[in-house]
């Protein structure tokens, strides 16, 4: 096995950069080593300048999302030697407008992300219970799945419709609100309703599923979708037979 | 609100209807008038008894569901496949109107030639 690895960095210094570069380093190659640990070296042996987000290394924290080889991943999760021979070919998340080298603006995602209200939406009636609300296995299983995801952006980077909707909701979100919905604790399907089978909501998804293969969690986004696609219908064939019912 | 644009929906549910429909009935017909029968692997019925059986109202309203749903979900899937595969956002209005007025087209053919056997 060669002992060292040539990575492609695609570097951008808004400072002194008018268009992105690509910058190739060798570095070590090391049996347990990922793209982050490669990433690391450069940047404490290497180039400081480099920039990248990462955090707890171990696929929890969602922050080191890029594109390696082309494909959305976790650079914590990947391994360089299965890019072997090279040379690894590092990108910023595409579908994202670029901060600095590796990384990316997410206040697009963070603006939509309190529209499908991601908490357990309470029942403001009814008084709150003197106890911890109790949950089967059953009604765990669920919304478990979708809960698993860490917000890495992986499925917006994969989403082709995303790249061309600015306005679609997208894949995570919507996860994140089926989470909710699914869960036998929370009451705010109604309120979610308007927000998700909006036209920017589930109906931009034009079902390429790409959101599931990249997701580092196991989450389902495109099910999700699916599933919350039958629900909206079901709601907008209400309205259109049952005009003076609820909405 | 779902009634800003009541029309995705439904265009949806036919789309889902029309590939549920056509993976369950399209192999199964094809399997057997186009290599059963004419191969010989099959006793293939004669004229009179198929010629029966489209008669029966029952089998019309199958086949014309059958071909309306698939035709919807054809357009479908061809107007975002010509959309966004194809970069057309711009003619998206063309784009549509020529998916959907083929479905309709198409449906109106089907129900037609349906009506008409004697």
Same mark, same amino acid.
């Given at each position: 096995?060669?002992?060292?690895?040539?990575?492609?960095?695609?570097?951008?210094?808004?400072?002194? @950069?008018?268009?992105?570069?690509?910058?190739?380093?060798?570095?070590?190659?090391?049996?347990?080593?990922?793209?982050?640990?490669?990433?690391?070296?450069?940047?404490?042996?290497?180039?400081?300048?480099?920039?990248?987000?990462?955090?707890?290394?171990?696929?929890?924290?969602?922050?080191?999302?890029?594109?390696?080889?082309?494909?959305?991943?976790?650079?914590?999760?990947?391994?360089?030697?299965?890019?072997?021979?090279?040379?690894?070919?590092?990108?910023?998340?595409?579908?994202?407008?670029?901060?600095?080298?590796?990384?990316?603006?997410?206040?697009?995602?963070?603006?939509?992300?309190?529209?499908?209200?991601?908490?357990?939406?309470? @029942?403001? @009636?009814?008084?709150?219970?003197?106890?911890?609300?109790?949950?089967?296995?059953?009604?765990?299983?669920?919304?478990?799945?979708?809960?698993?995801?860490?917000?890495?952006?992986?499925?917006?980077?994969?989403?082709?419709?995303?790249?061309?909707?600015?306005?679609?909701? $997208?894949?995570?979100?919507?996860?994140?609100?089926?989470?909710?919905?699914?869960?036998?604790?929370?009451?705010?399907?109604?309120?979610?309703?308007?927000?998700?089978?909006?036209?920017?909501?589930?109906?931009?998804?034009?079902?390429?599923?790409?959101?599931?293969?990249?997701?580092?969690?196991?989450? @389902?986004?495109? $099910?999700?979708?699916?599933?919350?696609?039958?629900?909206?219908?079901?709601?907008?064939?209400?309205?259109?037979?049952?005009?003076?019912?609820?909405? | +609100?779902?009634?800003?644009?009541?029309?995705?929906?439904?265009?949806?549910?036919?789309?889902?209807?029309?590939? +549920?429909?056509?993976?369950?009935?399209?192999?199964?017909? #094809? #399997?057997?008038?186009?290599?059963?029968?004419?191969?010989?692997?099959?006793?293939?019925?004669? %004229?009179?008894?198929? %010629?029966?059986?489209?008669?029966?109202?029952?089998?019309?309203?199958? #086949?014309?569901?059958?071909?309306?749903?698939?035709?919807?979900?054809?357009? %479908?899937?061809?107007?975002?496949?010509?959309?966004?595969?194809?970069?057309?956002?711009?003619?998206?209005?063309?784009?549509?109107?020529?998916?959907?007025?083929?479905?309709?087209?198409?449906?109106?053919?089907?129900?037609?030639?349906?009506?008409?056997?004697?």
């Amino acid at each position: 096995m060669p002992d060292t690895i040539a990575v492609d960095v695609t570097r951008y210094r808004p400072d002194r @950069d008018d268009r992105p570069t690509t910058q190739r380093y060798e570095i070590p190659l090391r049996k347990e080593w990922t793209v982050l640990d490669g990433l690391n070296y450069v940047k404490d042996r290497v180039d400081g300048t480099l920039s990248y987000r990462w955090s707890c290394r171990m696929g929890i924290c969602g922050s080191c999302g890029m594109t390696i080889d082309g494909d959305p991943k976790l650079a914590c999760e990947t391994f360089l030697t299965d890019h072997r021979p090279g040379p690894v070919r590092v990108e910023p998340l595409h579908n994202f407008p670029v901060i600095r080298d590796l990384v990316v603006e997410l206040t697009d995602f963070m603006a939509k992300l309190p529209r499908a209200k991601p908490w357990l939406v309470t @029942d403001s @009636d009814k008084p709150p219970p003197d106890a911890e609300y109790r949950q089967t296995p059953a009604e765990m299983d669920e919304y478990k799945q979708y809960s698993m995801c860490i917000n890495c952006m992986l499925c917006y980077a994969a989403c082709p419709v995303y790249g061309l909707e600015r306005d679609f909701l $997208g894949p995570a979100l919507i996860a994140l609100a089926q989470r909710y919905n699914l869960d036998s604790r929370d009451h705010g399907a109604d309120e979610r309703l308007e927000v998700v089978s909006a036209p920017e909501g589930v109906w931009d998804c034009t079902f390429v599923g790409e959101c599931s293969r990249a997701c580092p969690k196991g989450v @389902d986004p495109a $099910g999700a979708i699916q599933r919350y696609k039958v629900t909206a219908a079901k709601e907008t064939l209400r309205s259109l037979l049952l005009p003076w019912g609820r909405r | +609100m779902t009634t800003r644009r009541p029309v995705e929906p439904v265009l949806w549910l036919a789309f889902s209807a029309g590939g +549920m429909l056509s993976a369950l009935l399209v192999p199964v017909l #094809l #399997l057997l008038f186009g290599l059963a029968f004419p191969l010989g692997l099959l006793p293939a019925p004669d %004229h009179a008894h198929l %010629h029966a059986l489209v008669r029966s109202p029952v089998t019309r309203l199958v #086949l014309l569901a059958l071909t309306v749903l698939a035709l919807f979900h054809a357009a %479908h899937r061809l107007r975002y496949t010509v959309r966004d595969g194809l970069q057309l956002k711009r003619l998206e209005r063309l784009v549509d109107a020529l998916c959907y007025g083929g479905a309709v087209a198409g449906s109106a053919l089907a129900a037609y030639l349906l009506a008409t056997i004697s």
